[in-house]
């Protein structure tokens, strides 16, 4: 069993940063990559970035330049860096374990709690 910890969120005004952390614990040997997700009141969760184990990464076209995704892989911890914030990246953002497939990043774990990411204007 995999459990999924998200923590770094918090309020911060538009233009600023914060750093969000996942910690994967349990039967963690099975997850080759992790996505970084968000949602949106009354939007459908999205995609934010991914990375492999191997430190390949890949990025919404909404965050590009502004987030960066980082692993540990010795302490299976996987951050986000995000900067330049803007009240759209307003979202509970989640952290899952998957995999890639032709080059696809896909979600096979279950999910963590979130974290509440508020940008205000």
């Known amino acids: 069993q995999v459990q999924l910890v998200e923590s770094g969120g918090g309020l911060v005004q538009a233009g600023g940063s914060l750093r969000l952390s996942c910690a994967a614990s349990?039967?963690?040997?099975?997850?080759?990559?992790f996505g970084w997700y968000r949602q949106a009141p009354d939007n459908q969760r999205e995609l934010v970035a991914s990375?492999?184990?191997?430190?390949?990464?890949n990025y919404a076209d909404f965050v590009k330049g502004r987030f960066t995704i980082a692993i540990d892989n010795d302490k299976n911890t996987v951050n986000l860096q995000m900067n330049s914030l803007k009240p759209e990246d307003t979202a509970v953002y989640y952290c899952?374990?998957?995999?890639?497939?032709?080059?696809?990043?896909?979600?096979?774990?279950?999910w963590g709690q979130g974290t509440q990411v508020t940008v205000s204007s």
């Open positions: 899952n374990g998957g995999t890639y497939v032709s080059g696809r990043y896909y979600s096979t774990y279950p």
């Open positions: 349990g039967s963690t040997s099975g997850i080759s990559a």
């Open positions: 990375i492999s184990r191997g430190g390949r990464t």
